[in-house]
């Protein structure tokens, strides 16, 4: 384990504070004690049938399952036999009841509209783009890209591939046209669905611009939807490009929903490992379907009365999990918000809880820690009154971060929710539960029904309180994965081959003297900026194809907002000279090359990197250098006056 991860215990190690939930929230909520909790936590441990069958059975399922579950290590199948629609259950089944003209979506645009689509609505737009997809030759089993801002299209879009039961393939709207052809083309996408730009800081995303260019390499793509949402011109290719606007003019309303088997692929999901190559996350139906419900549930004790926004892309897990599936599937009102957190000013977010009367607030560290440093005045100016709930995702929150985030959002009176999950396990892991845990800054806390965590060492055996060790998970779950697309050997290596018998999940973590999670961070190749997801291995293919560069590193290094910044060691062809113009383009190249979320923040060069004798490059030694710290153990360096140049390269 690196260095750093030893570093970031001993700083957690001191933080003792612990906050009770306030009575007032515990009388109302789900679950209301902690004696509750290890009831249903026993139960869900020792009698998983019933505990899930359940919960399962507040769902609609055109055929009950035969059996809960069927565990063939490493592939699970949940709810055997069972049939069902995930897109019926988030909306077909409130039509039947009074929530047919509640909120489903409130959407702020970033230009400032407001849009309401009840579940009426929902439900109408669904049914009709259902059909036009059936129109453009999409059937059951086909997959389709989708590459979107943040309209309520998008969520029209994911819902009509599952109500028809085609896969959808979201990829995130900052993505560059290299990273969407390569997931189109992995994925074998046959549609790829998009709109003519996205709004961001008062700029267009040009989306389709970009998906026009990722097209000419996306063989398997035979036709393209285009949203208008910001009305620039962009040119339309006769035959292969349909405006969404004309094809649902036409559309019918009526359409019934695909009865699917419950292990029948729901959607791809692209993430970064250990490798260059992202890899396409399968999650399936009613697994999924009954992990997000229960986890909305209990997790965000989502009401009828809430008016709950979760903060992310729909282009990451989170979204998916946390704005589409989960809360839809609960009946919830959900915001979704178009733009960036500070257009046109830092106020943005705040103002939004205070015009929508937002109850539970779902966001980032990383967001967290930029309006720690745009000002309090940003927050405190707006009515937050209506705010009863918190929650984070994607990253560790640090101990101070945490604390501001419940005093200067939360007034001291909203619990927080540090929910751990991964794109991998598709629902919430590692929760507090807002009216029963008493939480501790910085601290993921307990494991959520079902789920029983372990700290081990490399042979699989479980590590004692407050000592460092892997992540892992020692039994399947409703929401996991159910494999790589295309790729079963990189399914079994990397979650099922490290550790025996247990799924790993590349975290290091410890659990305290009262069974407490506290996440360290990433121990493999694998970077989380921002909240993102980045893949060194990834970056570093992309610095390598730059004309320029004969060989890359790339680690992190501590960053006050982003969590982790990304730098790239480089070291140059003969014929190139370092300049700050040439890093300048380099940075560009990967932005280019990946996206504007995987550019380095720095680019250093160095004569050679630091290897040790086999060859494999000490990246301790470049993160160590990169945070500005001491180098540690050098006895395998091979060449010493590789650290000492790159050392004065920061001068
Ligand atoms: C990190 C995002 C600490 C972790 C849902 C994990 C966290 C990776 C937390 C997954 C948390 C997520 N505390 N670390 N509450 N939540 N992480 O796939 O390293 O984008 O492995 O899923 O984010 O990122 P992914």
Same mark, same amino acid.
């Given at each position: 384990?690196?260095?750093?991860?030893?570093?970031?215990?001993?700083?957690?190690?001191?933080?003792?504070?612990?906050?009770?939930? *306030?009575?007032?929230?515990?009388?109302? %909520?789900?679950?209301?004690?902690?004696?509750?909790?290890?009831?249903?936590?026993?139960?869900?441990?020792?009698?998983?049938?019933?505990?899930?069958?359940?919960?399962?059975? #507040?769902?609609?399922?055109?055929?009950?399952?035969?059996?809960?579950? #069927?565990?063939?290590?490493?592939?699970?199948?949940?709810?055997?036999?069972?049939?069902?629609?995930?897109?019926?259950?988030?909306?077909?089944?409130?039509?039947?009841?009074?929530?047919?003209?509640?909120?489903?979506?409130?959407?702020?645009?970033?230009?400032?509209?407001?849009?309401?689509?009840?579940?009426?609505?929902?439900?109408?737009?669904?049914?009709?783009?259902?059909?036009?997809?059936?129109?453009?030759?999409?059937?059951?089993?086909?997959?389709?890209?989708?590459?979107?801002?943040?309209?309520?299209?998008?969520?029209?879009?994911?819902?009509?591939?599952?109500?028809?039961?085609?896969?959808?393939?979201?990829?995130?709207?900052?993505?560059?046209?290299?990273?969407?052809?390569?997931?189109?083309?992995?994925?074998?996408?046959?549609?790829?669905?998009?709109?003519?730009?996205?709004?961001?800081?008062?700029?267009?995303?040009?989306?389709?611009?970009?998906?026009?260019? %990722?097209?000419?390499?996306?063989?398997?793509? #035979?036709?393209?939807?285009?949203?208008?949402?910001?009305?620039?011109?962009?040119?339309?290719?006769?035959?292969?490009?349909?405006?969404?606007?004309?094809?649902?003019?036409?559309?019918?309303?009526?359409?019934? %929903?695909?009865?699917?088997?419950?292990?029948?692929?729901?959607?791809?999901?692209?993430?970064?490992?250990?490798?260059?190559? +992202?890899?396409?996350?399968?999650?399936?139906?009613?697994?999924?379907?009954?992990?997000?419900?229960?986890?909305?549930?209990?997790?965000?004790?989502?009401?009828?009365?809430?008016?709950?926004?979760?903060?992310?892309?729909?282009?990451?897990?989170?979204?998916?999990?946390?704005?589409?599936? $989960?809360?839809?599937?609960?009946?919830?009102?959900?915001?979704?918000?178009?733009?960036?957190?500070?257009?046109?000013?830092?106020?943005?977010?705040?103002?939004?809880?205070?015009?929508?009367?937002?109850?539970?607030?779902?966001?980032?560290?990383?967001?967290?820690?930029?309006?720690?440093?745009?000002?309090?005045?940003?927050?405190?100016?707006?009515?937050?009154?209506?705010?009863?709930?918190?929650?984070?995702?994607?990253?560790?929150?640090?101990?101070?971060?945490?604390?501001?985030?419940?005093?200067?959002?939360?007034?001291?009176?909203?619990?927080?929710?540090?929910?751990?999950?991964?794109?991998?396990?598709?629902?919430?892991?590692?929760? *507090?539960? +807002?009216? %029963?845990?008493?939480?501790?800054?910085?601290?993921?806390?307990?494991?959520?029904?079902?789920?029983?965590?372990?700290?081990?060492?490399?042979?699989?055996?479980?590590?004692?309180?407050?000592?460092?060790?892997?992540?892992?998970?020692?039994?399947?779950?409703?929401?996991?994965?159910?494999?790589?697309?295309?790729?079963?050997?990189?399914?079994?290596?990397?979650?099922?081959?490290?550790?025996?018998?247990?799924?790993?999940?590349?975290?290091?973590?410890?659990?305290?003297?009262?069974?407490?999670?506290?996440?360290? $961070?990433?121990?493999?190749?694998?970077?989380?900026?921002? $909240?993102?997801?980045?893949?060194?291995?990834?970056?570093?293919?992309?610095?390598?194809?730059?004309?320029?560069?004969?060989?890359?590193?790339?680690? $992190?290094? +501590?960053?006050?907002?982003?969590?982790?910044?990304?730098?790239?060691?480089?070291?140059?062809?003969?014929?190139?000279? *370092?300049?700050?113009?040439?890093?300048?383009?380099?940075?560009?190249?990967?932005?280019?090359?990946?996206?504007?979320?995987?550019?380095?923040?720095?680019?250093?060069?160095?004569?050679?990197? +630091?290897?040790?004798?086999?060859?494999?490059?000490?990246?301790?030694?470049?993160?160590?250098?990169?945070?500005?710290?001491?180098?540690?153990?050098?006895?395998?360096?091979?060449?010493?006056?590789?650290?000492?140049?790159?050392?004065?390269?920061?001068?």
């Amino acid at each position: 384990m690196s260095g750093s991860v030893g570093d970031r215990i001993a700083s957690l190690l001191q933080e003792k504070r612990v906050f009770t939930p *306030p009575a007032s929230f515990s009388a109302q %909520a789900r679950i209301k004690s902690m004696d509750e909790y290890r009831r249903l936590y026993r139960e869900s441990i020792e009698d998983p049938d019933s505990f899930w069958s359940r919960h399962a059975e #507040e769902l609609h399922w055109f055929k009950k399952w035969d059996k809960v579950l #069927e565990w063939e290590e490493p592939y699970a199948k949940w709810f055997v036999g069972g049939e069902t629609n995930i897109c019926y259950n988030c909306l077909d089944r409130h039509l039947s009841t009074w929530r047919r003209n509640k909120a489903a979506i409130i959407w702020e645009g970033e230009p400032g509209e407001s849009r309401t689509l009840r579940y009426l609505d929902l439900h109408r737009e669904v049914c009709r783009f259902a059909n036009v997809l059936k129109s453009l030759g999409i059937q059951k089993g086909d997959r389709v890209s989708i590459f979107m801002g943040m309209v309520p299209e998008l969520v029209v879009a994911v819902l009509a591939c599952a109500r028809i039961g085609a896969v959808h393939s979201v990829v995130f709207g900052g993505f560059s046209a290299e990273a969407l052809a390569d997931r189109n083309n992995d994925a074998g996408a046959k549609l790829l669905i998009t709109q003519d730009g996205g709004w961001r800081r008062g700029k267009i995303i040009p989306l389709k611009e970009t998906a026009d260019a %990722a097209l000419e390499k996306s063989p398997t793509v #035979e036709k393209c939807v285009v949203l208008r949402r910001t009305g620039h011109e962009v040119p339309m290719r006769e035959g292969r490009d349909f405006w969404w606007h004309e094809l649902m003019e036409g559309a019918s309303d009526k359409c019934e %929903a695909e009865v699917v088997d419950s292990e029948h692929m729901l959607y791809l999901l692209y993430t970064s490992g250990t490798t260059g190559k +992202p890899k396409g996350v399968i999650h399936t139906t009613g697994g999924y379907m009954v992990g997000t419900y229960v986890t909305t549930k209990y997790v965000f004790d989502v009401r009828d009365e809430d008016t709950y926004w979760c903060t992310a892309d729909i282009g990451w897990v989170t979204g998916h999990s946390y704005i589409v599936y $989960g809360p839809l599937a609960n009946g919830a009102t959900v915001v979704m918000y178009e733009g960036a957190p500070n257009w046109p000013d830092p106020g943005r977010f705040w103002q939004i809880v205070e015009k929508y009367r937002v109850s539970i607030f779902y966001t980032a560290p990383t967001a967290i820690r930029a309006f720690i440093k745009w000002g309090d005045e940003w927050v405190t100016k707006y009515d937050l009154s209506s705010l009863r709930l918190l929650g984070t995702v994607g990253e560790p929150i640090n101990p101070e971060a945490w604390m501001w985030y419940h005093t200067v959002v939360g007034k001291e009176r909203c619990p927080i929710v540090d929910t751990w999950w991964q794109t991998e396990t598709g629902a919430i892991m590692i929760t *507090p539960l +807002p009216g %029963a845990t008493p939480t501790k800054p910085g601290s993921a806390t307990l494991p959520f029904f079902g789920v029983v965590p372990d700290i081990v060492d490399r042979e699989g055996n479980s590590l004692g309180p407050n000592e460092g060790g892997y992540l892992v998970i020692r039994r399947p779950w409703p929401s996991m994965l159910r494999g790589i697309y295309g790729d079963p050997e990189r399914y079994e290596k990397q979650y099922w081959g490290q550790v025996p018998h247990c799924y790993f999940t590349g975290d290091g973590a410890r659990r305290d003297e009262d069974g407490y999670y506290w996440i360290m $961070g990433r121990v493999d190749d694998v970077l989380n900026v921002s $909240g993102h997801r980045l893949s060194t291995m990834e970056i570093e293919s992309a610095l390598v194809a730059h004309p320029a560069v004969a060989e890359a590193a790339v680690v $992190g290094r +501590p960053d006050e907002i982003k969590g982790e910044a990304v730098v790239a060691f480089v070291t140059l062809k003969g014929e190139y000279q *370092p300049s700050s113009e040439l890093a300048d383009e380099i940075r560009k190249f990967v932005r280019q090359q990946i996206g504007a979320h995987a550019q380095p923040d720095d680019v250093r060069f160095a004569e050679a990197l +630091p290897k040790t004798r086999s060859g494999k490059i000490m990246r301790r030694l470049l993160r160590d250098l990169a945070a500005g710290r001491p180098p540690g153990d050098m006895t395998t360096l091979e060449d010493f006056s590789v650290l000492e140049r790159l050392r004065q390269s920061e001068e």
